[in-house]
């Protein structure tokens, strides 16, 4: 079952994750993105939930 799990707010923009792979034995994964910055730039995002 899947649910929604909200990373921490970047200046800027919402993070968003365009890779994850699951943590073997548990229910958490490590996921992998990006965000903008105030200024736009793209900044990278790496979050591991569980």
Not at 20 to 31: D, E, K, M, Y
Not at 36 to 46: P, Y
């Amino acid at each position: 079952m899947w649910s929604v799990t909200y990373g921490p707010k970047v200046t800027g923009s919402d993070p968003y994750l365009s890779g994850l792979a699951a943590i073997p034995g548990t229910a958490g994964f490590w996921g992998v993105g990006a965000s903008s910055d105030a200024a736009g730039e793209i900044r990278a995002v790496v979050e591991r939930a569980g």
